[in-house]
């Protein structure tokens, strides 16, 4: 008997209908804080201020998740707010930051990497946001200690 073709035949999305695409996002926002952690601790002038942190925040738009970086003393009101970088949400690609409110169009046809890939996107990432094309970075340390993170995370979430 013929098998209709929606029922035989299963399709991996790239987009952020696939459950995996946020767990991919959350790794590589985790990558980009221990950069920037690993980062701050040459900055001796950042590190003599009591509290001083430097941290990334995803937040979700419509077509594109947004990579904020924040810096300064106070938390709850940083300092400095500065764009870092943007994902695709219909593919994963990780795109440079021209503005504050979207990716160029050029950028969304010159994605500098992909969530998809091994380093979860990583490879194109520095302290500064997302490089310029075809600048790779060796982030796979960063990678691992993220992954490990998030895992102990899950573990003693599962736990309580």
């Known amino acids: 008997m013929f098998k209709n ?5 299963e399709t991996f999305t790239m987009s952020a209908e696939n459950p995996e695409f946020h ?7 985790e990558t980009i804080n221990l950069i920037l952690d690993n980062d701050l601790q040459k900055w001796s002038y950042k590190t003599s201020q009591k509290g001083y942190f430097s941290r990334c925040k995803i937040s979700y738009g419509k077509k594109f998740v947004k990579i904020v970086k ?6 709850d009101y940083p300092r400095e707010v500065s ?3 943007w994902v695709d949400m219909s593919n994963g690609d990780v795109l440079m930051g021209h503005n504050y409110r979207s990716p160029s169009e050029s950028e969304k ?5 992909n ?5 979860y996107g990583a490879e194109s990432i520095s302290s500064y946001g997302v490089g310029y094309k075809g600048a790779k970075y060796n982030n796979q340390s960063f990678v691992s200690k993220a992954v490990d993170t998030i895992a102990d995370r899950t573990k003693m979430k599962q736990k309580d």
């Open 83 to 85: 764009q870092f970088g």
């Open 23 to 29: 767990k991919r996002l959350e790794v590589l926002e």
């Open 70 to 75: 924040e810096e300064g003393t106070n938390s």
């Open 115 to 119: 969530i998809w890939k091994d380093q």
């Open 5 to 9: 073709k929606e029922q035989s035949l």
């Open 109 to 113: 046809r010159n994605p500098r990497s």
